[in-house]
């Protein structure tokens, strides 16, 4: 037996490797300035950014490739995802440094600690090995552990960075456990291989392997805080720095539905198992997701239950593509995430301004008086959640419009309806914080908030141009996501002898489609 | 269809668009020059629709002017442009309401930048929304007009705005979500009868008129049918779904209600016309008494609860329910006569309620309030205003001589020979209480007037209050003209919506196959408006003057079927020469 050194594609990995080098050069940094302001580590982080992002553009429309023994796995999907990561964590950084001194939180280690869960997301999307998934998923999560606490001196800071532990620990196991199953019933950890033996080995390896994408699923649903997973959300997200939220939200939810694609893709003869399960999934989410929403009186409380809808509203998006992927791309998918992730930041990005003296101001009184204090930043925080509703002309409208017309032509009238009663249910969260900010009232206290500097005012011009722009020019935008990912119409193993009854019951219903 | 670049109709939609932005660049607190800019912005709008009237053949009910884009091509969304004789009014209607608006303005005097911006935002949107083609392009701009009028109800309004405001949005979007899906629904419905993904509502209108699209989804249209009747129920506003419209009325800041008052109500009866009436032939049929029984409703509910207002913005807010129900009752009497006065009532309805805005502004400027246990014995202090006044009310109770009348007694004209032959199930009670509408109007206007300007006055103020300024006599003048103009010489404004009102009530009349088609320029309506085929022409080109090749269905004017007929008849029987 000879052993042969693995392929190795550098071109697909190395968005990875800058953003890890750049984490430690940035911890190293730190280190070798105690006491010096972060300014130094903030500028090397966004470099380094600069530069992943850099050589991830070109990646676009390039071929799928396997490298690293199958470890990892680049196609069109990973690409955008990673583009869509690293650019988050530019937005998160840009408006990082103003808050964290506001809050007096003196923990510069947010910069390298940020980058490496991004590493970890980046991993996640890359590959299509679940031993890989579970490595990233893990660099990603123990990164947002620490960051969740740290603010050190506020108990609901340590405290949410428990709950996310420890629950997040449990999903792990769940996930762990899951992918032993897969592994034992497959022999491999490889995703292609777990669709192979679905396909030619359903009637021995069925129960086992329902078992185990049940485990697995269970985990990245807790991931992308999916209903009855979703309860550490609102709580981490009100508890977490503002900065460390509107990373999370953005970081966490690309990465943990980049896994889920893959999961599904790897699991899709099962489709009669799970596809039922999470089309309940999807509406219970929404549902749950936008009227606990309605009864809260903190603004990150309430965007952490409407990252929760939004969550639904994503996966609609990719039921739909795995419904029927021939007639459904998985543009509308990344379109959402894409907006979602600017809006989210673009919303945390104002509410981590209202933060003064140390103090976190998330009430909804904390914004009375916004507009006269900060217009960019009001104006900014109206387009975000008139985004978040789906109102024109903002690019929120246009990925749900993207979702509805997947639902309808993946032939799930159930799903949009659902959708289109919680945007009703939506508006009136989302307008409460809007109102909060525009409409002052003279009996309230006028809020505070930290001047807009220049990271700061970016950020904000930034997501209102973003809102306006991602809608307008939406046709160029989906015409790269079609270049990434256009050639994805498929999920069937292709079956060498010609026999229809071998053919999983979802994929004959699919071909009568 | 190919793509054309952008024209008149796109540089009408940018007017306010850089009035925004250039507004967005001038210091907040320089209130004489943002009011100056807002003001030339608004003007160069009036100006540019007016090139646009002068461009529109008022001889053909296709679509003119017509610009055409790619926008989101997976899709099949686009960019598309166009106006005809229903559109062109209300497109003048909101660019000159927007110049009055904007003097009328110069009395907010507290984020006076902010205000602006959202004015010329409502203008975008409500002109986006009478001239585009393209199913999404209207629902954007349909959603669009919310966040405008959300923010100059929520900042700028009175006592109760936040309610007001949230009651407004919440009510409006959850209304029209369902729209979309329903827009989305007929895509693919477009999807699977012609082959190609659209939303073009030409395309759409196309395949319904020769009956493609519905052929194997008959199941489908009365579902997507009140998807889409319940946004234009909620926007009209439409008896039950009218209840935001009194708060939103009054609390809305009185300058801009102007606007809101006179325009956005006009996108629901508009979508009615556009969309509805076009897109549904069948179920619209079946749903005729219901909906003209919800339109007969709202002119007496609305009148009724009018009379026992204690607030003038309430009052004239529900005695727009009340008007706009004569604009439904016109339409959704589907005859000639009544659709024409539904579609003028429209117009009329915008301008005498932006003068009594303009009115009641003028009172609130004065006394801070509107509530009439404060008014009262204006007449005597300010004679030339109850004159005004006068005008607008009597215009609105539909006064021989005044543009209301014209069209109340086109709708109630209409309604009656509809309800006459009993087509669609209905009977004559229908048109005879839609009657008492007219004689109720009279009891609120004149309660309205009494409780202004007659008897003592209530506060100490209007003994010391001064009559009308020059520039008020103007702006309201201005109004007041056309007021007269439509009720004396109504062919003005009826001569340019004949031919589309014709082409939209055969859309929604005549068999599938029959139907005219917004998408086939071989198909036109003769003097007579009978639906012949003519020698095939271009697209924004000369459509004046037809060749007329063969006669493809004959229409009576006047009556949906011939008179004497007591069941419904069929189509096929109508005889050429039965003129009546």
Not at chain 2, 76 to 105: C, E, H, K, N, P
Not at chain 2, 344 to 372: E, P, W
Request: proline content about 5%; some cysteine.
């Amino acid at each position: 037996m000879t052993y042969t050194i693995p392929e190795v594609h550098w071109e697909s990995i190395l968005p990875v490797i800058i953003v890890i080098s750049t984490g430690v050069l940035a911890l190293i940094l730190e280190m070798l300035r105690p006491k010096q302001n972060n300014n130094g580590v903030v500028l090397v982080s966004l470099v380094g950014l600069i530069a992943a992002m850099a050589f991830l553009v070109p990646q676009i429309g390039s071929e799928s490739i396997e490298s690293f023994g199958a470890m990892v796995f680049r196609d069109g999907v990973s690409v955008i995802l990673q583009i869509i990561l690293v650019g988050a964590c530019f937005l998160t950084f840009c408006f990082s440094e103003g808050y964290l001194r506001e809050k007096r939180i003196p923990f510069a280690e947010f910069y390298p600690l940020a980058l490496w869960a991004t590493s970890g997301a980046m991993l996640m999307v890359l590959t299509n090995s679940l031993m890989m998934l579970f490595i990233g998923l893990e660099v990603m999560s123990i990164a947002l552990y620490c960051l969740s606490g740290m603010a050190k001196n506020e108990l609901r800071s340590e405290e949410s960075a428990m709950k996310y532990f420890l629950l997040g620990a449990f999903a792990s196991a769940f996930l762990l456990f899951g992918m032993a199953f897969v592994y034992g019933a497959t022999g491999s950890l490889s995703l292609s291989a777990v669709s192979e033996t679905l396909t030619f080995h359903m009637d021995d390896m069925g129960v086992i392997m329902m078992l185990g994408v049940g485990l697995i699923l269970v985990g990245f649903c807790f991931k992308a805080s999916l209903v009855p997973f979703h309860q550490w959300t609102p709580d981490v997200y009100q508890g977490a720095p503002t900065n460390v939220t509107a990373f999370m939200s953005a970081i966490a939810k690309i990465a943990a539905f980049g896994a889920l694609y893959r999961v599904l893709a790897g699991a899709f003869p099962l489709m009669d198992f799970w596809f039922p399960l999470l089309v309940m999934v999807a509406i219970v989410t929404m549902t749950v997701g936008n009227l606990a929403a309605l009864v809260q009186q903190d603004v990150k409380r309430t965007l952490g239950y409407s990252a929760i809808a939004q969550a639904g509203y994503l996966l609609v998006a990719l039921l739909s593509h795995f419904r029927n992927p021939e007639a459904v791309s998985l543009n509308a998918t990344l379109y959402y995430l894409l907006v979602y992730s600017t809006m989210t930041l673009g919303a945390f990005a104002v509410i981590s301004m209202v933060a003064r003296q140390g103090r976190e101001g998330t009430r909804l009184r904390d914004l009375n008086g916004l507009w006269s204090r900060s217009p960019l930043a009001a104006v900014a925080l109206a387009f975000c959640m008139l985004s978040l509703i789906g109102i024109p002309p903002t690019a929120g409208f246009v990925g749900k419009l993207f979702i509805f017309n997947d639902a309808l032509a993946a032939g799930l009238p159930l799903l949009a309806i659902a959708l289109a009663v919680n945007s009703v249910i939506s508006v009136f969260y989302y307008l409460g914080i809007m109102k909060a900010a525009f409409v002052t009232d003279e009996n309230l206290p006028q809020g505070e908030s930290a001047p807009a500097h220049v990271g700061m005012g970016f950020v904000l011009s930034f997501s209102v141009v973003a809102m306006i722009g991602f809608a307008v020019f939406v046709a160029p935008v989906s015409q790269v996501f079609s270049r990434a990912t256009g050639d994805i119409t498929s999920y069937e193993v292709e079956i060498p002898e010609p026999d229809p009854d071998a053919a999983s019951p979802a994929a004959a219903s699919l071909s009568a489609n | 269809m190919e793509a054309t670049g952008f024209g008149v109709l796109s540089l009408l939609l940018a007017v306010p668009l850089v009035g925004i932005l250039v507004l967005l660049f001038l210091p907040e607190d320089f209130h004489p020059v943002i009011r100056t800019v807002a003001m030339v912005f608004s003007l160069i709008a009036f100006g540019v629709s007016l090139v646009v009237y002068a461009a529109f053949q008022p001889e053909t009910y296709h679509f003119q002017l017509v610009e055409r884009m790619d926008w989101i091509p997976a899709l099949g969304i686009q960019y598309q442009l166009g106006i005809d004789g229903l559109s062109l009014w209300l497109v003048l209607l909101t660019t000159f309401m927007t110049v009055i608006a904007s003097w009328a303005s110069f009395s907010i005097k507290e984020k006076v930048r902010g205000y602006y911006i959202c004015l010329f935002l409502l203008q975008m949107a409500l002109l986006g929304v009478f001239m585009s083609l393209d199913l999404i392009l209207i629902y954007v701009f349909f959603e669009l007009s919310l966040v405008p009028i959300y923010f100059l109800i929520a900042v700028w309004g009175g006592a109760n705005k936040t309610y007001a405001a949230n009651k407004f949005l919440i009510y409006t979007f959850a209304a029209s979500i369902f729209m979309l899906v329903g827009m989305v629904m007929l895509s693919q419905l477009h999807l699977e009868a012609i082959g190609t993904r659209s939303f073009d509502l030409l395309a759409i209108q196309g395949a319904v008129a020769n009956g493609t699209l519905w052929a194997g989804a008959m199941q489908l249209q009365p579902l997507i049918f009140w998807a889409f009747m319940l946004a234009f129920m909620v926007k009209t506003p439409m008896f039950p779904f009218h209840t935001w419209l009194p708060d939103a009325y009054s609390n809305a800041p009185a300058p801009a209600m102007i606007m809101i008052a006179a325009l956005p109500v006009k996108m629901g009866s508009y979508g009615i016309l556009r969309l509805l009436l076009p897109l549904f032939p069948d179920t619209l049929q079946r749903y005729i008494p219901l909906l003209l029984g919800l339109a007969i409703v709202a002119i007496i509910y609305g009148a009724v609860v009018a009379a026992v207002q204690p607030d003038l913005k309430k009052l004239i807010g529900y005695s727009s329910v009340a008007h706009m129900g004569f604009v439904t009752l016109g339409i959704f009497s589907l005859t000639h006569t009544g659709m024409m006065g539904g579609s003028y009532q429209q117009l009329n309805h915008g301008i005498s309620t932006g003068l009594l805005f303009l009115m009641v502004l003028f009172v609130a400027q004065r006394l801070k309030t509107t509530d009439f246990s404060h008014l009262g014995g204006l007449k005597k202090r300010m004679p030339l205003f109850s004159v005004i006044f006068l005008i607008a009310m009597l215009s609105g109770v539909g006064m021989p001589g005044t543009n209301g009348f014209v069209g109340e007694f086109l709708a109630l004209m209409g309604a009656f020979e509809s309800t006459r032959t009993n087509q669609f199930g209905l009977n004559i009670w229908f048109s005879v209480v839609a009657g008492t509408g007219v004689f109720l109007a009279a009891v609120y206007q004149l309660y309205m007037f009494q409780q202004t300007f007659y008897g003592k006055p209530k506060t100490v103020m209007i003994s010391r209050l001064k009559d009308l300024k020059t520039g008020e006599v103007v702006l309201a003048s201005t109004l007041i003209l056309f007021i007269f103009w439509g009720g004396l010489y109504p062919s003005t404004f009826l001569k340019p919506l004949e031919q589309s009102v014709g082409a939209t009530r055969m859309m929604s009349l005549n068999p599938a196959g029959q139907r005219p088609s917004w998408n086939d320029l071989t198909l036109e309506l003769d003097e007579d408006g009978n639906l012949v085929r003519v020698a095939p022409r271009v697209r924004n080109g000369d459509l004046a003057a037809f060749e007329v090749t063969e006669m493809v269905f004959e229409d009576r004017k006047h009556y949906p079927f011939p008179p004497e007929a007591d069941a419904p008849p069929e189509f096929a029987s109508a005889q050429p020469g039965g003129e009546s």
